[in-house]
């Protein structure tokens, strides 16, 4: 089991105008290029060292062993 952190929405700020935007992780992921809702700009997204994957890597990482953990209790509690 793994959460769809694909939609989990983060926000950046514009290089040109320093408007914050939103965008979420698959956006990231995929290099998507998205228009500055404060000055039009085309901002490329670019996944740098593929950051975003790592993290969401780590997340479902815990999120593994805090079912495993939760698992345990539940069958500690019978
Ligand atoms: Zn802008």
Do not use: W, Y
Not at 46 to 73: H, V
Request: aromatic residues 6%; hydrophobic residues 30%; charged residues 25%.
């Amino acid at each position: 089991m793994s959460l769809d952190l694909g939609n989990i929405r983060i926000s950046f700020k514009c290089p040109e105008c320093g408007f914050t935007n939103n965008a979420t992780l698959n956006q990231v992921q995929q290099g998507q290029t998205i228009i500055c809702s404060g000055c039009h700009a085309n901002i490329k997204l670019i996944d740098k060292d593929a950051g975003t994957k790592r993290a969401t890597e780590r997340i479902n990482q815990s999120f593994d062993e805090l079912n495993d953990t939760i698992n345990r209790f539940n069958r500690s509690q019978r």
